[in-house]
């Protein structure tokens, strides 16, 4: 019972399926707003860690990689990182499984984790292909500790760690607070909508 309850198939829930439109435009314009605001953290994974902790892993990987591709229509730098936002739907999904979103202190160490995770990814991808700069407010910071001497791939990873854990902490606490203003009865048209349902 629980093989089935955890499987790929069981996370494709009719709700699930319609969420994933709007968990993709959550990212596109979130991860728009950061951009345009050059601010130190990227908003774009709040639509896939919303879906991935109610709906499971799959869901929230394939929800993270339609995302990049289709912003990769209108900038292609997206694409290279399909990865990343497929490991953060991933371990948003499978965190949520072990109810990691149940308590506020639970969603900051789920965003610590992920936030760890996503940085480093990313941080290959940002130093080799794009040479530590994209369009992101977090060039600042690499910037200033290549400055201080660290290699490229040191400053790009330290600033990754400090930009992906502000945030995913950010975007878990969103998340959170989104989940907890659902009903019940809306919450139990996911995979994993029961373990956010009020007792």
Do not use: H
């Not at 900038?75 to 497929?86: C, K, L, Q, R, Y």
């Not at 950010?170 to 373990?195: A, H, T, V």
Request: charged share 10%; proline share 3%.
């Amino acid at each position: 019972m629980a093989e089935k309850k955890n499987s790929i198939k069981s996370d494709f829930t009719m709700m699930a399926m319609m969420l994933i439109p709007i968990a993709i435009a959550v990212n596109i314009i979130g991860g728009q707003i950061a951009v345009l605001l050059k601010i130190p953290v990227y908003l774009d994974t709040i639509g896939t860690l919303l879906i991935a902790i109610l709906a499971g892993p799959w869901v929230g990987a394939l929800t993270g990689l339609l995302s990049n591709l289709i912003n990769g229509i209108f900038d292609p730098t997206f694409i290279p990182f399909a990865i990343v936002s497929i490991a953060v739907g991933l371990v948003a999904g499978y965190l949520s499984r072990v109810k990691m979103f149940s308590t506020f202190w639970k969603v900051i160490i789920s965003g610590i984790i992920i936030g760890l995770l996503a940085a480093i990814v990313s941080a290959p991808i940002v130093a080799y292909m794009f040479g530590g700069v994209t369009g992101s407010g977090s060039t600042l910071i690499t910037g200033i500790f290549l400055a201080a001497g660290q290699s490229l791939l040191q400053s790009v990873l330290t600033s990754s760690i400090i930009t992906d854990l502000a945030d995913k902490i950010i975007s878990c606490l969103i998340c959170f607070f989104i989940i907890k203003s659902m009903s019940g009865r809306y919450l139990s048209k996911f995979s994993l909508g029961e373990n956010f349902a009020k007792k």
